[in-house]
């Protein structure tokens, strides 16, 4: 990753809490708070790749890693009680974990659309939930990971495109109930973003990656220090202000509709 624009120092001292972190985007959002100075916990599912992760980012400065299913309320809320026990209460969190495969409606069953949707929804919903009593009021600040999907329909993903509708309006939602306590929520709208497992499963192959880069106005795709920046900027006091909203960035593909992103996928 290239120098961070943000001050150093940025989020010293600040707890964060990051689900879906041992991988992607979110893991490049864990590393660029901690070089921030901010303490940060990441949970996934896979202990091997957690714990890899962790150590990567303890080469940065603070981190720790708790194993959980954001799909089991009370593993989440056992891992975000013992975030607050370890270094006090939560600043940010950032609900990250997804599920993703590309499938036409009829090549899903109905488990495989419910992984998804749970996954993606509940698993944020438990995650917000269980974090609220922890969270640090006023100033504390949340980030979903939500995707273009949300709002363009595009066929292999009805399972991602109904979660992540899902996702968005439980940040609105929240935006509205808990801006009294001083907690903003955010949704940021990435788009095709170089290197992650979601990118893979989307668009495989050199062919389908060419032809996509080639239709985005901005002509290349995304990094996740790109993504780290906007949740760097939202949790950031130049942010003060800043609540329910959807932040896109994805490089102007998603102001194209999703037929060029299904073009390029051969569909
Ligand atoms: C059809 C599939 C499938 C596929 C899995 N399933 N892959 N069905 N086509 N390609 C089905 C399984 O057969 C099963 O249904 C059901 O899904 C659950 O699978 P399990 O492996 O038992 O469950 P689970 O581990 O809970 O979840 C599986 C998973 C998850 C949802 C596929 O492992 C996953 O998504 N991993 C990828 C994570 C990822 O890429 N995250 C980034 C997302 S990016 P049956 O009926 O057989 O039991 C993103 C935005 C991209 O979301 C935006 C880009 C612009």
């Known amino acids: 990753m ?6 150093d120092g940025l989020l010293a001292g600040k707890v964060a809490f990051i689900t879906g ?6 893991l490049g ?6 070089k921030a100075g ?9 202990v091997e790749k957690l714990e890899a992760a962790v150590k990567g980012l303890q080469a940065h400065g603070s981190a720790r890693g708790v194993a959980a299913d954001v799909r089991q309320y009370d593993a989440m809320a056992q891992a975000l009680q013992g975030t607050r026990d370890a270094h006090g209460e939560i600043d940010i969190l950032v609900c990250g974990a997804a599920g993703n495969f590309p499938a036409p409606a009829v090549g899903m069953s109905s488990n495989a659309f419910r992984s998804v949707m749970e996954i993606d929804v509940l698993g944020t919903f438990n995650t917000c939930r269980a974090a609220f009593e922890h969270l640090r009021k006023p100033g504390a600040s949340v980030i979903n990971i939500s995707a273009p999907q949300a709002y363009l329909p595009m066929a292999l993903q009805a399972h991602v495109c109904a979660a992540k509708a899902g ?26 973003i170089d290197d992650t497992e979601g990118m893979r499963r989307l668009a495989p192959g050199d062919d389908v990656r060419e032809k996509l ?6 002509g290349r795709f995304g990094t996740k220090q790109d993504i780290a920046q906007l949740a760097l900027f939202l949790v950031s006091d130049a942010a003060t202000y800043v609540t329910g909203s959807l932040m896109v960035c994805d490089g102007g593909q998603s102001l194209l509709g999703s037929g060029l992103m299904l073009r390029a996928m051969g569909v």
């Open 2 to 7: 290239t120098q961070s624009v943000f001050r």
């Open 21 to 26: 972190g041992s991988s992607g985007i979110n």
């Open 29 to 34: 959002i864990a590393e660029a708070f901690v």
């Open 38 to 46: 901010a303490h940060v916990t990441i949970n996934g599912r896979n």
């Open 167 to 192: 996702v968005d309006m439980l940040t609105r939602t929240l935006a509205i109930e808990w801006g009294g306590a001083g907690v903003r929520v955010n949704s940021i709208v990435p788009g095709p």
């Open 213 to 218: 880069i080639g239709s985005l106005p901005l």
